[in-house]
Structure formats: structure tokens, C-alpha cells
């Protein structure tokens, strides 16, 4: 089985600095990993995945996510946040062999002027 | 294209009625995903279709909800009678394979009174 762990429910963070939404999982297999984000009675936006290659990924927005193997882990971050990064964040991850992608529990950004 | 549609926006029942949520996928996507989100559970897969066929419906709480896609373009996810727990936002979602990752419609708000 597949699964996603966002250990924060609420991440908060000042303007201008940077910030760090955590993400681990757990696949049988290569993973292939995600990060969508949904802001107040919006549906999910896609915001960068990782498939295979660089570990370190480049999405919307300004955002990144580091891929790292031996950590299971694919934290997705930003350099500067600004207030209108405010939002509810998911990680995602699908399995080898699956086509079904399984959702963390999202994480709230709250980016403080 | 439009996106994935989604109707209707809110839908506001009494416990009992039947209920049926409306999905327009993206034209050309072959996978299509039904989930629903709420605070204590978050975002839960209930059934996807590939090329129109059911795939995987283990998601799906009990029999009181069905869901059907009749062409490659409408699919529709009943619940039959609703009941007050079901309340949530109900997503559809769809794919052209899913190492692209998904686009989600902006759901369907479901309150049971």
C-alpha cells in the first residue's frame, strides 16, 4: 500500500522568508511524487511532480521540492513566501503499478504580513 | 479547453433524497477520479475509471453510492439516500495517464440536512 505523511497541520511563516512544507511517503518501487495546492473553495491546482532525473524539482509559482530517497521524503519549499501563498497544500505520491494517486492530509500555509 | 466541470457548485439536500453529482472530464483524458474531502478525513479516493470502465471502486463507503461513466465526455456519482455524513466536497478529477498528474474540477459542495 501507498501512503503520504504531512506531519504539519499548520505551517506559518513571516514574508519574505522562505519557507518548507514537509512530505514523506511510502511505495513500493520508484515513487512518482507531487504537490498540488488548493486555495479557499477552489479545486486542486497542480503545482510540480517528480518522476525521475533531478532531484530537485522546479514548479509554479516559485516553488521547489526536493526529492530524496534514503529520507523517503519530498519537502516542497520556496525561497521567499509571500501573503499570497496562503493556501492548503497536498502532497501526493502513486506507486510502481498504480494508477491512483494517494493524498497527505494537506498542510495549511498561513504566510504572515 | 475548459478544465474538468463540475455540477453543481453547492447542492443542498435533506437526508433521504437521492443525490447525483455531474463530471465533464478534460477531452481526451482516459482516466477519470471521484473523491471527497472532508476535515477529519481529507482527501479519499472513491472509485476511478480508465477508458470509461470502473477500475477500482474499494473506496466507495457503501452501497448507497454509485457511480457510472456512459461515455468518454460525463460521469455521474450518485448517492441514494443521502445521509448527513456525507456532507463534503466532492471532486472529480481527470488524467491522460497518470504520470501526469491530474486536473480537478472545483467540486461539488454536498450538505445533507
Known amino acids: 500500500a501507498q501512503s503520504v505523511a504531512q506531519p504539519e497541520d499548520q505551517v506559518n511563516v513571516a514574508e519574505g522568508n522562505p519557507l518548507t512544507v514537509k512530505c514523506t511517503y511510502s511505495v513500493s518501487g520508484n515513487p512518482y511524487l507531487f504537490w498540488y495546492v488548493q486555495y479557499p473553495n477552489r479545486g486542486l491546482q497542480f503545482l510540480l511532480k517528480y518522476i525521475t532525473g533531478d532531484n530537485l524539482v522546479k514548479g509554479s509559482y516559485g516553488f521547489e521540492a526536493e526529492f530524496n530517497k534514503s529520507q523517503t521524503s519530498f519537502h516542497l519549499k520556496k525561497p521567499s513566501a509571500l501573503v499570497s501563498d496562503s493556501a492548503l497544500y497536498f502532497c501526493a505520491v502513486i506507486g510502481a503499478g498504480s494508477y491512483q494517486l494517494t493524498f497527505g492530509k494537506g498542510t495549511k500555509l498561513s504566510v504572515i504580513p | 479547453d475548459a478544465g474538468v466541470i463540475q455540477s453543481p457548485r453547492h447542492e443542498v439536500t435533506e437526508m433521504g433524497q437521492e443525490v447525483t453529482l455531474r463530471c465533464k472530464p478534460i477531452s481526451g483524458h482516459d482516466y477519470l477520479f471521484w473523491y471527497r474531502q472532508t476535515m477529519m478525513r481529507g482527501l479519499e479516493l472513491l472509485i476511478y475509471f480508465n477508458n470509461n470502465v470502473p477500475i477500482d471502486d474499494s473506496g466507495m463507503p457503501e452501497d448507497r453510492f454509485s457511480a457510472k461513466m456512459p461515455n468518454a465526455s460525463f460521469s455521474t456519482l450518485k448517492i441514494q439516500p443521502s445521509e448527513p455524513r456525507d456532507s463534503a466536497v466532492y471532486f472529480c478529477?481527470?488524467?491522460?495517464?497518470?504520470?501526469?498528474?491530474?486536473?480537478f474540477g472545483s467540486g461539488t459542495r454536498l450538505t445533507v440536512v
Open positions: 478529477a481527470s488524467s491522460l495517464k497518470s504520470l501526469y498528474g491530474y486536473t
